[in-house]
């Protein structure tokens, strides 16, 4: 029921933080939790701050893998971005091109030593406690103008890492 969806909530485990989405679970369903992220050309017509929002992605994958609040939850990240920052997050030299290019059902461990290889600019984005987690792509999807969808479902990692699916964007 939409009455139990609650917006802007308090983090359980990170002070003064908010998570986009929470849906507590019930006798009809488990509990989920999400981060929205909309990055797109700024009307000024200027570049973004690719790096920088690329940080904030990674902030937001270690928001949700910080996230318990005693049931089993699924955390989802949902990602629509432009043509502006698909074109950062493919571009190998960056770093991103594995996560972004993931097909469905692939999985990609994101933890403290891959933000290590990351430019400054990424990492002072992320101000959330890094515990390793591994994104697993659960829908991708080109739109028209030149936009893409991500959905990633974010997991507290399992000792070894998941499997690379990894498609050509």
Known sequence: MLGE???EYEHPNIPR????????????????VWELKYDRRIPS???QP?????GGLINDVFRLGTFEIGDAIERLLIYLTDEEMKSYLTNP?????VLFGLAP????????KFLDGRAPSVRDKV???LVACDAVARFTMSLPSVHELRVYEIRRATAQPISIDFKVP
Request: net charge positive; proline share 5%.
């Open 50 to 54: 690719r790096s920088n929002k690329a």
């Open 93 to 97: 030299h960056n770093g991103f091109d």
């Open 105 to 112: 059902g692939g999985s990609f461990r994101i933890d403290s």
């Open 45 to 47: 017509g200027h570049n």
């Open 127 to 129: 101000h959330c406690p």
């Open 5 to 7: 969806i609650l917006f």
């Open 17 to 32: 933080a908010k998570i986009d989405g929470y849906l507590p679970s019930n006798d009809k369903h488990g509990a989920a």
